[in-house]
């Protein structure tokens, strides 16, 4: 016979059934975890107003969601967790709408956005049956981390370098700066300096200095991994801002990255080579505007091996043109 252990740091861990206690980081509005009759572990959370609809849309794996006005005229939305195996990934959700509800101070912009994070989850948790972060989708992300962290953070600064990255926002491009735009790209070295282009408004921007940054990677048990790098950047924002850290664990989730879906260890990467560009009007590149409107889509590949000539120095990407 199996025994299950509860992890002692779950926000459930010691509450009996039917019991309730506040979450203490929100001040602005009620949020508390509870339990229910039957011990399932939940959270709930007050909205100050009631809702106009009481219907939700939200279908989460294994998680209850009652949506109700209280008879005081208040709404409640209530998450409760159908088997406690499941505890890690669900307090991850917990933890990821207790930080939207922190960012805002008005009651009906809090619940929308925390409406927003629940559709957010169901996406994700439709795909928990074989969750898994691809190598491809792994070297992306770290590649995206590598530069904030070894670029940006220095060049710009915490806030700036965490609130440009738009690449979990599912932008055309990778990080929105001030004075430029910024597409980042990796490939394994082994392979050649082949980068796949998977849309036509990629190195496509009609208004700012474009810029591709590509990252040469080979996976290594000695390397780096999304893992460690994105825990770096999160020792660096806690000291920073506890707003800009919970933006970042935000943007994670978006990304795909939640560690508790993951069935192995994420891969480590040891980076070879690091390489700017700058994509101007010569550049390799199918854009919109000489693409055919009969073709919807396009995806291709480019050998960065051969576009020496538009190679720059990073400190290029800084400069106002």
Same mark, same amino acid.
């Given at each position: 016979?199996?025994i299950m252990t509860i992890n002692?740091?779950?926000?459930?861990?010691?509450?009996?059934?039917?019991?309730?206690? &506040?979450?203490?980081?929100?001040?602005?509005?009620?949020?508390?975890?509870?339990?229910?009759?039957?011990?399932?572990?939940?959270?709930?959370?007050?909205?100050?107003?009631?809702?106009?609809?009481?219907?939700?849309?939200?279908?989460?794996?294994?998680?209850?969601?009652?949506? &109700?006005?209280?008879?005081?005229?208040?709404?409640?939305?209530?998450?409760?967790?159908?088997?406690?195996?499941?505890?890690?990934?669900?307090?991850?959700?917990?933890?990821?709408?207790?930080?939207?509800?922190?960012?805002?101070?008005?009651?009906?912009?809090?619940?929308?956005?925390?409406?927003?994070?629940?559709? &957010?989850?169901?996406?994700?948790?439709?795909?928990?049956?074989?969750?898994?972060?691809?190598?491809?989708?792994?070297?992306?992300?770290?590649?995206?981390?590598?530069?904030?962290?070894?670029?940006?953070?220095p060049k710009i600064g915490e806030?700036?370098?965490?609130?440009?990255?738009?690449?979990?926002?599912?932008?055309?491009?990778?990080?929105?700066?001030?004075?430029?735009?910024?597409?980042?790209?990796?490939?394994?070295?082994?392979?050649?300096?082949?980068?796949?282009?998977?849309?036509?408004?990629?190195?496509?921007?009609?208004?700012?200095?474009?810029?591709?940054?590509?990252?040469?990677?080979?996976?290594?048990?000695?390397?780096?991994?999304?893992?460690?790098?994105?825990?770096?950047?999160?020792?660096?924002?806690?000291?920073?801002?506890?707003?800009?850290?919970?933006?970042?664990?935000?943007?994670?989730?978006?990304?795909?990255?939640?560690?508790?879906?993951?069935?192995?260890?994420?891969?480590?990467?040891?980076?070879?080579?690091?390489?700017?560009?700058?994509?101007?009007?010569?550049?390799?590149?199918?854009?919109?505007?000489?693409?055919?409107?009969?073709?919807?889509?396009?995806?291709?590949?480019?050998?960065?091996?051969?576009?020496?000539?538009?190679?720059?120095?990073?400190?290029?990407?800084?400069?106002?043109?």
């Amino acid at each position: 016979m199996t025994i299950m252990t509860i992890n002692p740091k779950l926000p459930w861990s010691g509450m009996t059934e039917s019991t309730r206690r &506040r979450v203490e980081i929100i001040s602005n509005h009620d949020v508390y975890w509870i339990t229910d009759i039957q011990g399932r572990y939940g959270i709930f959370i007050a909205s100050k107003a009631a809702f106009k609809s009481t219907k939700s849309a939200i279908s989460l794996n294994g998680i209850s969601v009652i949506k &109700r006005n209280s008879e005081l005229g208040h709404g409640e939305l209530i998450l409760l967790l159908a088997e406690k195996v499941n505890a890690e990934i669900f307090n991850k959700l917990c933890e990821d709408l207790i930080s939207t509800i922190n960012q805002h101070q008005e009651n009906d912009a809090m619940v929308s956005a925390v409406e927003i994070r629940l559709q &957010r989850w169901q996406e994700l948790l439709k795909r928990s049956g074989d969750f898994g972060m691809s190598i491809e989708t792994q070297m992306g992300l770290f590649s995206e981390l590598s530069f904030i962290k070894d670029v940006l953070i220095p060049k710009i600064g915490e806030e700036q370098a965490i609130n440009a990255w738009v690449g979990p926002d599912f932008d055309k491009q990778d990080f929105l700066l001030d004075h430029a735009v910024v597409e980042i790209k990796s490939y394994r070295t082994s392979k050649g300096q082949l980068v796949s282009i998977s849309s036509a408004e990629q190195l496509y921007c009609e208004k700012q200095p474009l810029y591709l940054v590509s990252y040469g990677l080979t996976q290594s048990d000695n390397g780096n991994s999304v893992s460690g790098l994105s825990e770096s950047i999160k020792q660096i924002l806690s000291i920073k801002s506890k707003l800009l850290f919970d933006v970042f664990n935000l943007k994670l989730t978006d990304y795909g990255y939640i560690p508790e879906l993951e069935n192995e260890p994420y891969k480590g990467f040891l980076v070879d080579n690091t390489k700017f560009f700058r994509v101007n009007a010569d550049f390799p590149k199918l854009t919109p505007p000489i693409i055919p409107t009969q073709i919807p889509r396009v995806k291709y590949s480019i050998d960065l091996s051969a576009c020496e000539d538009f190679e720059i120095d990073v400190s290029a990407i800084f400069i106002e043109e």
